[in-house]
T-cell receptor, first 115, second 114 residues
Framework: DADVTQTPRNRITKTGKRIMLECSQT?????MYWYRQDPGLGLRLIYY???????NKGEISDGYSVSRQAQAKFSLSLESAIPNQTALYFC??????????????FGPGTRLTVL | GESVGLHLPTLSVQEGDNSIINCAYS??????FIWYKQESGKGPQFIID?????DKRQGQRVTVLLNKTVKHLSLQIAATQPGDSAVYFC?????????????FGTGTLLAVQP
């Protein structure tokens, strides 16, 4: 969905490096999410934000941090990347005030490889 | 604990046939369900949703059925086309509480044979 963009789309990095993944949206949604996806597993929630002043941990937040710079921007950081953080990362947005309550709209994903 | 699972990890169908993808959920408090489609190299894309006060909802070539008695959700795709080949996820969400989190199943790969 072009309304939710992620950069970079692919990244290869080394163990111990700091990495930032960025997400931008033009949907005007207040709620934003970061997920990771691993082969054979479903999407797992890392962090979520209901508005600019709100940050919440998901089920697998260890080793990650986030920043909600504006309504439209939500960044995910890996302070010191490790190989088991190799995965696909997805950003999503939702607008609970819309008729389609709680439906999340996903970006195209970032493929991160940690060597 | 809460979980959303799929019975069949891979489903292979012939082009033109109907497809049925199943999903079991364990949280009886869940009252909103979504089906997503994920094509290779792309993010999940919303297909159809259903609330727990409904048993059936139809979209374009897709139908979602909800059986709350046995906590089962299914996605039916009519006249399956090659472009339907993808991984399909079900997700559940519970209204109320302090959080708004979707719980995703692991996905079913739908392979459409020409």
């Amino acid at each position: 969905d072009a309304d939710v963009t992620q950069t970079p789309r692919n990244r290869i990095t080394k163990t111990g490096k700091r990495i930032m993944l960025e997400c931008s949206q033009t949907k005007g949604h207040d709620r934003m999410y970061w997920y990771r996806q691993d082969p054979g597993l479903g999407l797992r929630l890392i962090y979520y934000s209901f508005d600019v002043k709100d940050i919440n941990k998901g089920e697998i937040s260890d080793g990650y941090s986030v920043s909600r710079q504006a309504q439209a921007k939500f960044s995910l950081s890996l302070e010191s990347a490790i190989p088991n953080q190799t995965a696909l990362y997805f950003c999503a947005t939702s607008d609970p005030t819309s008729g389609r309550t709680d439906t999340q709209y996903f970006g195209p994903g970032t493929r991160l490889t940690v060597l | 604990g809460e979980s959303v699972g799929l019975h069949l990890p891979t489903l292979s169908v012939q082009e033109g046939d109907n497809s049925i993808i199943n999903c079991a959920y364990s949280n009886s408090a869940s009252d909103y369900f979504i089906w997503y489609k994920q094509e290779s190299g792309k993010g999940p894309q919303f297909i159809i949703d259903i609330r727990s006060n409904m048993d059936k909802r139809q979209g374009q070539r897709v139908t979602v059925l909800l059986n709350k008695t046995v906590k089962h959700l299914s996605l039916q795709i009519a006249a399956t086309q090659p472009g339907d080949s993808a991984v399909y996820f079900c997700a559940e969400n519970s209204y109320g509480g302090a959080t708004n989190k979707l719980i995703f199943g692991t996905g079913t790969l739908l392979a459409v044979q020409p």
